[in-house]
């Protein structure tokens, strides 16, 4: 497992559906989410954080994730962290990996 691999597979969620085992499915997921994260670098798409004034949670942000030329593709909102703030914070990573993969997931 690569670095990358690693980071998913100690910070993100998982799913397994037997008779898959539990430590492969979140294999898979983080193999998954790695793949995503570097889909979306080497493709010039970016991810653009604002807070998120519509929801109920305080101190809740917005992400979203962006094309090389612009055009907006994927969205989450109503995201909080420990500290108040994405910045430095590894489930910001997790998010915009999981918008990636959704919108790889999109595209087939």
């Known amino acids: 497992m690569n670095a990358r691999q690693r980071f998913f597979f100690d ?4 799913s397994y559906s037997p008779p898959e085992s539990p430590l ?3 294999t898979r997921c983080a193999e998954l989410l790695a793949s995503a994260e570097e889909w979306a670098r080497d493709n010039g798409w ?3 954080w604002e807070r998120d004034q519509d929801s109920d ?3 809740a ?3 979203f994730l962006y094309s090389a030329d612009g055009a907006l593709c994927q969205s989450l909102s109503g995201i ?3 500290s108040g703030e994405p910045w430095g914070e590894s ?3 997790v998010v915009e990996a999981e918008l990636a993969h959704q919108e790889q997931e999109a595209r087939k």
């Open 11 to 14: 910070h993100a969620g998982y």
């Open 24 to 26: 492969s499915g979140r």
């Open 46 to 48: 970016r991810f653009a």
């Open 57 to 59: 949670e305080h101190g």
């Open 61 to 63: 942000w917005h992400c």
């Open 80 to 82: 909080t962290f420990d």
């Open 91 to 93: 489930y910001r990573r």
